[in-house]
């Protein structure tokens, strides 16, 4: 992955030069061009399964709305740890390449596909899509098609979805969140962990554990009651806090974690596997699958200390089980807490386009605090010096040029030493 990081940067810049070549379409709007009678839209697309250097933007047909779909012209797409494993195979039944990315995104409707009701053209939506997220044009069903409220943003609207949806359902569905309850969530400053703090603090006097990286703690501890070294012993933290343990663990990490999760919760208590996805101890540098360690969890244990174990997917719920009117009536709910100011997504950088190898770089190194969006219309942000990026940077140490590595926290390119001593990174559009 490091030598990854090193060749990325390298490999944007002839994408966006390459893209910079191409003369837009008469009349073309939005980035759109004509080949002949075919319009064409730029694109992410993933060549074959394995590193950074299997994603390129280019230029493919763009889609039509076929019977019950929605035409959105694309405005952002959320970026998802989901979106890593895609990339390496990790999965299970993994598609066929080559293939667009992506699995949310926000936009305008454009056009309508024949039994379409309740949308016109013009309206402001986010979107689930299976697949192909990650373009200037997508066209999904209706089922899985939202109104977005006036005042959110569509970097707002394409990190709302997936992480929000996610969080209430393990939340309220399978957990049953009530007042009074405790709370435990790995990987507190990601876009799932934010979400699951903003709708505990709508249930009166929940108490929320988190654990995320130390560099983390000072942007996201007014979030949480209690924050703790993702790497540190927290479960001995969390017992001094309350003796009899937590009522719900939400677990993204599995491994090691599953005994530990386990273990905190008190009798009735919910532990709720989201993501078993790790990095593999002998090459921290890859991504693969934990599996699930059936010995790990005594079903008689389970049955004597009256214990929960459960699992959640959002997109099997979604596209393999048939549950879109469930989800459209928590997306109604969710928004109705946004219109009352009691949620909000947490948008960590945007990113263009071209710039998808240093996003994914980002989120791999977890140096996001919520959600990394890909913003369609975004001009790619040019390389910045180290003394740029040191005065622009609020957590300095987490944002410094780590050099023996070559790869930055910002995920650019490798260092060019020159008398200075000053190396080059791109800076993504932070919004906080």
């Known amino acids: 992955m490091a030598k990854e990081g090193v060749e990325k940067a390298e490999e944007t810049e002839q994408m966006i030069e390459k893209e910079a070549g191409k003369e837009p379409a008469e009349g073309g709007g939005g980035g759109s061009h004509r080949l002949g009678d075919a319009q064409e839209m730029r694109a992410v697309v993933l060549a074959g399964f394995g590193g950074l250097n299997k994603l390129r933007v280019t230029r493919k047909a763009m889609p039509e709305p076929q019977d019950g779909e929605l035409k ?12 890593l494993m895609v990339r390496q ?49 997508v066209c999904t069903p209706v089922d899985f098609v939202y109104k977005i409220p006036e005042d959110m943003s569509f970097s707002e609207a394409a990190a709302f979805p997936m992480n929000f949806v996610t ?35 709508t249930v009166p006097n929940v108490t929320v554990f988190g654990t995320a990286s130390t560099f983390k703690h000072e942007a996201i501890k007014d979030s949480v009651t209690h924050l703790f070294d993702r790497n540190a012993d927290y479960v ?11 009522d719900i663990v939400l677990d993204c990490l599995c491994g090691d974690n599953t005994g530990k999760g386990l273990s905190l919760l008190k009798p009735l208590g919910t532990y709720i596997l989201y993501g078993n996805l790790v ?3 002998c090459n921290p540098h890859l ?3 934990q599996w699930w360690q059936v010995e790990k969890v005594n079903p008689i244990k389970l049955y004597e200390e009256n214990k929960v174990i459960a699992g959640f997917s959002l997109l099997n719920l979604l596209f393999k089980q048939g549950r879109a009117g469930l989800i459209r009536g928590v997306v109604d709910k969710l928004i109705g807490l946004y219109n009352q100011k009691k949620v909000k997504p947490v948008v960590d950088s945007l990113w263009a386009l071209e710039e998808v190898k240093e996003a994914m770089q980002r989120i ?39 050099h023996k590595r070559g790869v930055g926290r910002w995920g650019g390119r490798k260092c060019r030493q020159g008398s200075a001593g000053q190396g080059w990174r791109r800076k993504p559009e932070v919004t906080k």
């Open 89 to 137: 195979g990790n999965i299970d039944n993994p598609p066929k390449t080559p293939l667009v990315p992506g699995f949310e995104c926000s936009g305008i409707v454009e056009a309508l596909g024949d039994s379409v009701k309740g949308f016109e053209i013009g309206d402001r939506v986010m979107a689930f899509v299976n697949y192909n997220a990650w373009a200037e044009v």
């Open 236 to 246: 001995q933290e969390v017992k001094r806090i309350s003796a009899e343990g937590v």
């Open 364 to 402: 791999h190194d977890r140096g996001n605090i919520g959600k990394l969006i890909l913003d369609v219309e975004k001009t790619p942000t040019p390389l910045v010096s180290q003394k740029q990026r040191d005065l622009f940077s609020s957590r300095s140490e987490s944002s410094r040029c780590r």
């Open 72 to 83: 959105i012209r694309v405005k952002a797409c959320g970026l998802n740890f989901l979106d």
């Open 279 to 281: 990095l593999t101890p």
């Open 287 to 289: 991504l693969s699958f």
């Open 167 to 201: 969080a209430y359902m393990m939340l309220f569905e399978v957990a049953n969140l009530r007042e009074g309850m405790s709370v435990l969530v790995h990987s507190a400053g990601g876009g799932v962990g934010q979400a699951v703090a903003q709708l505990c603090s």
